[in-house]
């Protein structure tokens, strides 16, 4: 499968610079979510039919049925303990790394597989660079047993932050509650501009209900940024 749309160029250009620059021979690594990832995991499928010899843990169901089918080699934590580094995208990246992640509903696996890896690099098309986070809605991973009340502490948090109107809106397709590969809800807090994202990231998962959040701060080593004409920066 080869990218056809300008935006898919770059994502693929984004996944194919961090196999060149980072992924060697005998690596352990964390394969990332979300469409940038999934052409990272169709090109390394590739590096390792030409022989190139690395172990992966899947950060979604998703992305384990795209490497079992481009014949990338699985293992688990529990079985690697470390890795040496994940390769993820991000739904927003800022000049210090703090990231949105979460847009694909796979925020839960990437950051466990992340917080076991030496290194992460996030791999972007240059779209998702931003000055400031916040203009893509956060997502939260909520348990659903009373979602509405966890809700309802998640906007009083973010009211003493310094976002006293954010909405807060549970995802929902086809007019059912989107379920995440853990069977838990996410609510996605619109919330414009984030001034503190240390601030957000490390209180909000004290909420009881609240399983994990999109703010991923001070996970990202570097960036790979892909562009359309099929170049690559490392950042
Ligand atoms: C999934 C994620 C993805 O990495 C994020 O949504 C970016 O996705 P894409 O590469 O499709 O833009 O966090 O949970």
Known sequence: MQPSSEQDRAKWAAGVGAIETYVQDGMKLGLGSGTTSHWFVRALG???????????????????????????????????????????????????GAMIKGGGACLLWERIVADASERMVAVVDDSKLVPTLGAFPLPIE????EWESTKRSIARLLDKLGHPAADLMLRTRDGAPV?????????????????????????????????????????????????ADGTYDVR
């Open 46 to 96: 590739k590096a390792v039919a030409d022989g190139l010899d690395v172990v992966g843990v899947p950060t979604s169901t998703a992305t384990r049925d795209l490497a079992i089918e481009g014949g990338v080699p699985l293992t688990t934590l529990a079985e690697a303990v470390r890795l040496d580094l994940t390769i993820d995208g991000a739904d927003e990246i800022d000049h210090n």
């Open 142 to 145: 909520v348990i659903p047993y």
């Open 179 to 227: 379920v995440t590969d853990s069977g838990n809800y996410l609510i996605d807090a619109h919330l414009k501009s984030i001034a503190d994202p240390l601030a957000i990231d490390a209180q909000l998962n004290w909420i009881p209900g609240v399983v994990e959040n999109g703010l991923f701060t001070g996970i990202a080593d570097e960036m790979v940024v892909g562009r």
